[in-house]
Each structure stands twice: as structure tokens, then as C-alpha cells.
């Protein structure tokens, strides 16, 4: 492996590879647009009884929907971690657009026939004052003033004047700066999903669909146009134009409607678990005989011997809960065992991952069709009873079409004792309701 492959943890590590010069402008502009938003107070003594935040630098390497390196980025952060609470932080919540709710979006703008844009808010976090008094430990890359060189760093701390990433409150900061600005312009945002903003026009709508910085727009051009230009001449964004590349997720625009998948994902994963060059399989599930003691996903039993930490196996299940909960209903019902387990849950797991190895080009397809205005959000459950044999726990499944693509699917074990298929059946239809 190329030992440039992942990104660094470090400054030092940064100094120490064949990019660093790209490292050191993206630490330089990070410093710059802190500075821009005026972020820092003065580096003074740190108060008696005051013990500083600490920071960390971030580096990653934003990429595009080919997975091609086209940014550098360095970014501060705070630990919150040594923040206290009622003394550095109050309230901490702020709402981002879940999975199903981007992907009704994806679905309402290929029946209405829409056009989706992506826009960034650059150092978004930084726009809003701080509400209590934060200490922070002076970051690696600050320079200290003349007068104070001589001085021992670690005697002195820097205050933050504005909220900064990393910082407990910040998230929630951010949202209620950008809330009262679309509220003030005439967006009002949608109470189930605070974090949908939606105006109204004589004929028309949009939509800003906020994730944290990233907002992603939902209407015609010139609503389009109108939205963002509300946004830009309150703060400093990048257009990203039509949306591709939006939460992990690649979008593929067609003529006739919109094909999100996670091809890029996949392949990571893939070469992270080093099952990027197995056979492929062409089913998720492992086929296996009446006699359930061949189940690789059955638990442990006492002489089965239990993985050490050297095996990745909670990592592998992590990775695929996202795939599935996002573009990959298909390896949704599978049974994952997290606890205590074996080198036959493991095997399991390698077998979806070999699945996605010769399916990791599969995803969602949103179609455009002459009756699409007049489709409904149309809801299947279902229930396997009995469905663990292991512990006689049946198996609750739901799905919702809209516009007849799949926008939201859950599969779990029931947390009560179905006593006859009928009453599994009714278990699972009050879940998905």
C-alpha cells in the first residue's frame, strides 16, 4: 500500500510526505479563514482555575464522484472532549437530513421534474458568536507574538471569540444562525424535519435540504437561482452545481430519472477488509441445509471459539449497516451477530462481502414516468415468524415505495413473542406504521 493512500493524522506525519507543500496551503488557508471570521481573541496568560480545550488538526482529501483527489483540506477542531458541561456548553442539538428523507427528495424532484444543486457553506461553524467563555490551548501553526516568544507555550491559551468545529454547541450554532436568515427571507422550515426548508411561490416551490454545511437545493433553475443567491450575500459558498457527489452517496443523472449508488464506498471497503480481488457471489444469503447449527450467523456456542480484537469484524458490520441503510436494501435483513463473535459470524460476513464484490455497481434508480405525479407513498410489511430459530424471535420487514422506487426499508427482530404467523404479521405492520 502506498503510503500516501490514507490521509495523515498529523502535522508531522503531513511534513514527512510527498504532498506536503498541498498540506501546508491547506493548513495556511485554514489559518487564514479563522483569522478572516476573526475567530481568535488575544493568546493571553490562561486564567487561574480556567483548564484550556484542547485541538486537533484534520486532514482529508475531498474527492469527486471518480474518486479523484481535488481538494486538500485541513481543518482545526476543538476536543470536546474536555469541555464541561453547564460551564463550556448548554444545549447541543441541531438536525440534518436523514437517508430517507434525501432520498423522498430524489424521488419528488424526478416526478416534478426538478433540477437538484449542491452548495457549500465555507467555515460554516464560524459565523456565529460564542455564547460562554472558551479557552483553548494555542494551536500547532499559530505563531506566537513578538512579546511572548520567550514565554513557556503551554502557560498560554487563546480565547475563542466564535463558535469553532469541534466545539459541542457549534453544530447547534451554525443551525440557528442559518434558520433565522431562510425564516427571514420567507422559508419556513417543516416541523417533522426541521431541517427541510421550504418556500413557496404562486406556481412553484423549493426546497433547501440542510446537512450541516452542506445544502443541497430542490426546485426549478430560476428558484434555484433565487435561493442561492438569498444564501450568498449572507455567507461564503461554493457551488458545486448539479449534485453528484452529496453524503457518500454518487448521483448519476439520466434523461430519464436518477441513479444514486455507493460504487466508491464499496470498493474502499472492499480493499479495507482486503476482499477487493475474492471470488464474487451472486446472493447476499448463504445457502445453507434444514439444520440450522449450519447457520453461520446462529450464536455462539460453548465451544465455538470467539474472535480476538485483531479480527475487524465490528468495523465490517458498521461499514455494511451503512450501505444498507442507505442505497442497499438488499443486504438489509441480514442477520449481523455483534456480540461475542465467532469465526463462523466472520465467514458470513466475508460472504456479503464477496456479494458486494460482484454487485457493487447496484443501487437506487429513481424513473420517470408519464403517471408519476399521480403516485402515492405506497407502504409493504411483512413478518417471518420464527424467523431466529436460535431463540424463536420472528422477523418484522417494511418497505415504502414513492414513485416506485424504495424510500425507506427496515428489517429487525421483533421485541415480542409472536405466538402464530398472524400475530408476527400484525407485530410487523404497527412497526412499520
Known sequence: MDKDENDPQT?????????????????????????????F????????????????????????????VVRYKARLVAQDFTQKPVIDYTETYS??????????LISLSVIEQLQMQLMDVVTAYLYRSLDTDIYMR???????????????????????KRSLYGLKQSGRMWYNRLSEYLIKKGFCHNQISPCLFIKRTESRFVIIAVYVDDLNIIGSPEEIRRAADYIKSEFEMKDLGTTKYCLGLQFEHTKGGIFIHQLNYIEKVLKRFHMDKAHPLSTPMVVRSLDINKDPFRPPVHNDEILGTEVPYLSAIGALMYLANNTRSDIASLRIYSSTPTKKHWNGVKHILRYLCGTSDMGLYFEWREDAKKSNLV?????????????????SGYVFMYGGTAISWRSTKQTLAATSSNHAELIALYEAG
Open 138 to 160: 494555542i494551536p500547532e501553526g499559530l505563531k506566537m507574538p513578538e512579546a511572548l516568544k520567550s514565554k513557556l507555550r503551554h502557560m498560554y491559551s487563546i480565547k475563542l
Open 11 to 39: 502535522m508531522e506525519e503531513c511534513r514527512h510526505r510527498n504532498d506536503w507543500k498541498s498540506w501546508r496551503k491547506a493548513i495556511q488557508d485554514e489559518l487564514d479563514s479563522l483569522n478572516k471570521r476573526e475567530v
Open 41 to 68: 481573541g488575544p493568546i493571553t496568560p490562561t486564567p487561574k482555575g480556567v483548564k484550556p480545550t484542547g485541538y486537533k488538526w484534520v486532514f482529508v482529501r475531498k474527492r469527486n464522484e471518480r474518486n479523484e
Open 379 to 395: 407502504g409493504h410489511s411483512n413478518a417471518g415468524y420464527l424467523f431466529d430459530p436460535h431463540k424463536a424471535i420472528s422477523q
Open 95 to 104: 438536525p440534518v437530513v436523514d437517508a430517507t428523507t434525501l432520498r423522498f
